[in-house]
């Protein structure tokens, strides 16, 4: 038995412990906002937040989250937190089939959250491509994507620092992607 | 595929863990972060019978300076173990280390222990600690253990832990030292094609205690002894740094996996070592 927040709102429910936290909210609660794809951590659809960051939900026991707070795509949409965000992946047709989008935004409103944390700058381009790297558009509308992310940065921030952020450390496969 | 039935039971204290697995015997199998053993069970890799969650036990936590040592404990997640400033002071090789493992939701939620337990031959932080010098402070119902981290990995997948021992954290010894890691991989974040870490010291312009550690290249971190010997006491400059490539074939046997044939890790590895070893001589200059 686990009783935790999902959305502000206290919930408390038997859990196998074979149930992942994207099942749980899927079909024990109702919420489909979270997708589910490839179970084992690599696309990113699952995305959500967990005690304020954000988690793969294939890679969480429901069982472990007795006392967690949970925010899906659900709550952070009904918050209005990422309205600006959603209305950016509209205007720059961010979302195709729409199955990533969910665990997207959930990922550009990390980084959109943490941004300028520590002394660092607005994120620059080539930092929204990072931070959104473990995230799977089989759509393949990354650039859209990436537009999207950037519009709502500069409009959150209309300084003129976009793109003076520190450049995450050098690799070598930037140049391919 | 879904997980296993299997139980949960979470330990929240030493002894606690230690009655748990004392019960529950060979089938138990320890859960730190997840991230690693939970996309194992969804391929159906193993069927433990029951969880053991050590996420919560409070002697596994925190980072600290302690007798000449950073000590970390195993249940450091990676994004904390990325903005620890005393991680960042002692050991700025972890820090560099940390953007390069996986992507940051699974950064939140993998351990340092995790890792250096699953011992995957790819992987950033093995090859560091290694690198370090550092030391793996195992602990059981028996007592602790201090195994120096280039013992610590023994074969694939491998690693000198006794069953019912866990990782309680590492040590690294606290010096001055130049270090750096890079890596190859097909896409940020993914498992390096060929990685290296590497640490040492310039005195006199002089390179002293040269550590290489090549990943994604072998069996585990692989500490290419001819390669660092060919630097040892010598300044470092284009030859030395030549030497350390040409002597790296004498350590290096990297298996064919899916990314290439072994000669094209060679390559990567060659490659690799002067980047790494040119980031000492003129830090900004260096393009990846
Ligand atoms: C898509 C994806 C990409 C990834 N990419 C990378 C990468 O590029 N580089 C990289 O290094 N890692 C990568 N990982 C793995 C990630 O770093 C894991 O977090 C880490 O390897 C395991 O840590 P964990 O705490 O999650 O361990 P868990 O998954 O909980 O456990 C892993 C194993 O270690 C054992 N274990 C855990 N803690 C201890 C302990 N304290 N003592 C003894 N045994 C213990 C468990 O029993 C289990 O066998 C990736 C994972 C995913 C899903
Ligand atoms: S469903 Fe979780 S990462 Fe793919
Ligand atoms: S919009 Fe279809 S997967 Fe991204």
């Not at chain 1, 589910?36 to 890679?59: K, N, P, S, W, Y």
């Not at chain 2, 069996?219 to 790296?248: F, K, M, T």
């Amino acid at each position: 038995m686990i009783t935790l927040t999902v959305n502000g709102e206290r919930v408390t429910r038997e859990v196998e412990p074979r149930r992942h936290l994207i099942d749980f909210l899927r079909l024990d609660l109702g919420l489909t906002g979270s997708h589910a794809g490839c179970e084992h951590g690599v696309c990113g659809a699952c995305t959500v937040r967990l005690d304020g960051e954000i988690v793969r939900g294939c890679l969480v026991l429901a069982a472990s989250l007795d006392g967690a707070d949970v925010v899906t795509i659900e709550g952070l949409s009904d918050s209005g937190e990422v309205a600006d965000l959603q209305a950016n992946f509209v205007a720059r047709n961010a979302a195709q089939c729409g199955f990533c989008t969910p665990g997207m935004i959930m990922t550009a409103a990390d980084l959109l959250a943490h941004e300028r944390e520590a002394g660092r700058g607005t994120p620059s381009r080539a930092e929204i491509r990072e931070h959104l790297s473990g995230n799977y558009c089989r759509c393949t509308g990354y650039q859209a994507i990436v537009d999207a992310v950037e519009d709502t940065l500069k409009a959150r921030h209309p300084v003129a620092d976009l793109g003076r952020g520190t450049a995450p450390a050098p690799r070598s496969s930037e140049a391919t992607r | 595929m879904k997980w296993p039935a299997m139980g949960y039971l979470r330990a929240t204290s030493l002894p606690d863990l230690w009655s748990a697995l004392a019960q529950h015997g060979a089938s138990a199998q320890i859960i730190a972060g997840g991230q690693t053993l939970l996309a194992t069970l969804a391929f159906r890799l193993s069927e433990p019978s029951v969880l053991v969650d050590i996420i919560r036990i409070p002697e596994l936590r925190g980072v600290s300076v302690t007798g000449g040592a950073l000590r970390i404990g195993a249940l450091t997640r990676h994004a904390e173990l990325g903005r620890d400033a005393l991680v960042r002071a002692h050991a700025p090789l972890l820090t560099e280390a940390v953007p390069l493992i996986a992507h940051p939701a699974i950064r939140n939620r993998g351990t340092i222990g995790g890792s250096l337990a699953y011992a995957d031959p790819a992987a950033e932080l093995p090859a560091c600690i290694v690198a370090l010098d550092a030391v793996v402070v195992t602990a059981s119902a028996a007592g602790e253990r201090r195994i120096p981290a280039r013992d610590f990995f023994t074969d694939l997948l491998q690693t000198a832990l006794h069953p019912g021992e866990i990782i309680a954290g590492v040590e690294i010894p606290l010096a001055a030292r130049h270090s750096a890691i890079q890596e190859i991989a097909r896409r940020s974040g993914d498992y390096a094609m060929a990685g290296l870490a590497a640490a040492l010291r310039l005195e006199a312009g002089c390179v002293v205690a040269p550590r290489l550690v090549y990943f994604g290249v072998g069996n585990g971190p692989v500490l290419a002894a001819h390669a660092s010997a060919a630097l040892e006491g010598r300044p470092l400059d284009a030859g030395s740094i030549a030497a350390a490539q040409e002597a790296l074939g004498e350590d290096l046997d990297p298996p064919q996996d899916l990314h290439g044939p072994p000669d094209m890790k060679r390559h990567l590895a060659r490659v690799l070592t002067a980047r790494v070893l040119g980031s000492f001589l003129a830090p900004k200059e260096m393009a990846a």
